[in-house]
């Protein structure tokens, strides 16, 4: 399902005290703003009234339809009057869907002269949604809290992004990655527990043989080849003569893809370390099913890839572009301290800052052909930094704020694409705070999701969340992992 196919449930709470005029007129309302906000062009999905809540079986019956309803992503709830919040209770306790409580009002001012007690029964949404706002933090329901007049576009904003996060648990939910052999020997931060990850996130992480994937390329058609071929030199620089090379990788490219599909995988991983039957690393061939949208982990990092899988459905129709990503070298130059981040090969063009170019290099590790790939450099921009870590017992999330700039050299012998940023609070602060985290040299980088964002997500899905800001200091982040770890324990 692609993000405009998902819809969400605008459920309005009330109650009968009022009589028949009063919820006639809320029902009027409801079906207004949500007509109005689907055309104010910030939302990436629908938003549909559904319901205005009378009793807590009209509470019971919208939340077990909304969590059977698989088109239902989300549901927005309102109160317009006072909705006594114990008829909620069976209702919330039975939610599987991600929940927002839009605290807002369907008059913008309050009318001076017109103002009288008529008005007040009708338009109390401010007492209303306090009542309703309880019952979820008594139970401890995961919510996202929205405040703001609903026909302010920042405030459409805030709710569409908040949908591009629902949006992204349900592709999470569904998620089926491939791994192609097993995670590199004796590396710590990319294993972890599946059956836990399955159970928090849906993932559902399996491996396929590489002999498997070799059959598949080598079924690959010349004229399949000839046809990527023509679309590679649309779409990028061809700096190489090694045709044959660039024509291997359209054909791990064309493999993958098939096989990916067939399976209803999203995502999926390889390793250096099993490439048996295979003429390359697939480098070019893995950035172009990024491009696509597949997520991709190196090293058999499937917690990256997922992750990478789910940011990209979220981010949907946007231009920043998201990338499977790794820290590889600081420049510590006085006042201009960078991170240098790359990989092998595997480094999404979305994040390009101009037309890609197609190189061969050797690889010096792995012991295959030498691998086409795109070079580019990444663009400007503030962008986040994602990484998911396995803590024993529970997953924590950790996020970083950075600063993208243009590459401050050109490095004409790096063979790989390379993204250069400026970690929040600074290089040194911020590798600090990572380190102390447990944040892995893999992560997602986005230009298109925010902390915000990842947060929500976080909160609906139950990870830990940390998240390295400007803010950050050292102290305090050791202060509030050290809390978190006790937290966590009572979970
Ligand atoms: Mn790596």
Redesign the pocket.
């Given at each position: 399902m692609a993000m405009k196919d998902y819809e969400f449930w605008f459920v309005v709470g009330s109650q009968f005290l009022y009589g028949p005029e009063v919820l006639a007129t809320v029902s009027k309302r409801a079906e207004e703003m949500c007509a109005k906000m689907n055309k104010g062009g910030k939302l990436p999905c629908r938003i549909v009234y559904k319901t205005t809540v009378k009793t807590s079986e009209d509470a019971t019956d919208t939340i077990i339809a909304a969590n059977a309803d698989p088109t239902c992503a989300g549901i927005i709830t309102w109160c317009h009057t006072f909705s006594p919040s114990k008829m909620w209770l069976t209702g919330l306790k039975l939610l599987q869907k991600p929940y927002c409580h839009f605290a807002t009002q369907y008059n913008r001012e309050i009318p001076d002269t017109e103002i009288d007690m008529d008005f007040m029964n009708l338009n109390q949404a401010a007492h209303g949604d306090r009542e309703h706002g309880f019952i979820a933090a008594r139970l401890r329901t995961p919510r996202k809290v929205i405040a703001g007049y609903w026909q302010d576009a920042p405030v459409q904003a805030r709710l569409g992004d908040w949908m591009r996060v629902a949006v992204g648990v349900a592709v999470s939910k569904s998620l089926k990655v491939m791994r192609y052999g097993d995670n590199m020997r004796n590396v710590a931060v990319t294993e972890g527990d599946k059956i836990l990850v399955q159970e928090k996130l849906g993932w559902q992480v399996n491996t396929w043989p590489v002999g498997k994937l070799v059959e598949y390329i080598n079924a690959v058609t010349d004229k399949e080849v000839d046809a990527l071929m023509a679309e590679y030199k649309k779409l990028y620089t061809f700096n190489t003569k090694n045709l044959a090379s660039v024509r291997y990788q359209a054909k791990e490219e064309i493999a993958m893809k098939k096989m990916l599909d067939a399976e209803g995988c999203r995502a999926f991983t390889n390793t250096f370390e099993d490439l048996y039957g295979m003429e390359q690393l697939p480098g070019l061939a893995s950035q172009r099913l990024m491009a696509q949208g597949y997520g991709y982990g190196?090293?058999g990092?499937w917690k990256v890839s997922a992750m990478t899988a789910v940011i990209k459905a979220m981010a949907e129709g946007k231009k920043g572009g998201t990338a499977f990503m790794?820290d590889y070298t600081y420049h510590l130059a006085k006042g201009k301290e960078y991170s240098l981040g790359a990989?092998?090969l595997e480094v999404c063009p979305t994040v390009a800052a101009g037309k890609p170019k197609i190189e061969v290099h050797p690889l010096g590790i792995g012991g295959k052909a030498d691998p086409a790939r795109l070079v580019f450099e990444g663009r400007a921009g503030k962008a986040i930094v994602v990484s998911l870590v396995d803590m024993g017992g529970r997953l924590r999330m950790i996020v970083q704020d950075i600063e993208c700039i243009k590459p401050i050299m050109k490095m004409p012998n790096l063979p790989v694409a390379r993204v250069m940023w400026r970690a929040m609070p600074d290089l040194t602060t911020g590798v600090e705070c990572w380190v102390t985290a447990g944040g892995a040299?893999?992560t997602t980088l986005t230009y298109d999701v925010t902390a915000e964002q990842m947060r929500d997500f976080a909160r609906i899905m139950g990870l830990e969340f940390v998240h390295i800001t400007k803010e950050t200091t050292v102290e305090g982040l050791e202060h509030e992992l050290f809390l978190n770890d006790l937290a966590w324990k009572l979970r």
């Open positions: 190196g090293e990092d790794e990989h092998m040299h893999h």
